[in-house]
């Protein structure tokens, strides 16, 4: 079945540094995926996105990294703010059907 | 552009009562999505709607759980009665397209069942 998960349940940065999430997804048949990130009772805020016919995908100081080979996903965030700090979500979807999210992993960013 | 309107955002209930969540999505946005958050844990979905219909309600526990979305627009979702269990916070989110990954997501409402 589908299954999405996180390598780390809880990250910690240097502020200024390069933060890297991780996401481990079980089913080859997924071809979208999405990252969120959810800040203190708020919902959560679509980051960045990338389908499976594709490698990379860059953003503002976000890139997405898909590796179909292991069924990995990674989001790396360049010069990693306060702001950053937050739960961040992967989430897969397969050939249209509903989002499935992972559990999520804590970034805290160290002043 | 006002974002996802949800309420209330907070509830605290004692079991067996009912308990009503009220959502208003972006305007123009014809996708509507009720999730269930658990603490520390990903959104589950619940039920979508495109419009006035409910296009995927199989993870609705249909036993206690309601929605209804009338006019296509704000929607509601109603448990009764509720259950320890139910204890979570309520997502509401809004797409432009169906099944867009760039959902916009409400604050949700924290209900608290004792």
């Known amino acids: 079945g589908e299954s999405v998960g996180l390598h780390l349940p809880t990250l910690s940065v240097q502020e200024g540094d390069n933060s890297i999430i991780n996401c481990a997804y079980s089913?080859?048949?997924?071809?979208?995926f999405i990252w969120y990130k959810q800040e203190s009772g708020k919902g959560p805020q679509f980051i960045i996105d990338?389908?499976?016919?594709?490698d990379k995908r860059q953003g503002q100081r976000v890139t997405v990294l898909l590796n179909k080979t292991v069924k990995h996903l990674s989001l790396q965030i360049a010069a990693t703010q306060p702001g950053d700090s937050a739960v961040y979500f992967c989430a897969e979807n397969i050939r249209g059907q509903n989002f499935v999210f992972g559990p999520g992993t804590r970034l805290s960013v160290l002043p | 552009e006002a974002g996802v309107v949800q309420s209330p955002r907070y509830k605290i209930i004692e079991k067996k009562q009912p308990v009503a969540f009220w959502c208003n999505p972006i305007?123009?946005?014809?996708?509507l999505y009720w999730y269930l958050q658990n603490l520390g844990q990903g959104p589950e979905l619940l039920i979508r709607y495109e419009n006035e219909e409910a296009v995927d309600d199989s993870q609705l526990p249909k036993d206690r759980f309601s929605a209804e979305r009338l006019k296509g627009v704000d929607s509601t979702l109603k448990i009764q009665p509720a259950e320890l269990g139910d204890s979570a916070v309520y997502l509401c989110?809004?797409?432009?397209?169906?099944?867009?990954?760039?959902?916009?997501f409400g604050p949700g409402t924290r209900l608290t069942v004792l």
């Open positions: 990338i389908r499976s016919n594709m």
């Open positions: 989110a809004s797409s432009l397209r169906s099944q867009s990954g760039e959902q916009f």
């Open positions: 305007s123009g946005h014809n996708t």
């Open positions: 089913n080859s048949a997924s071809d979208y």
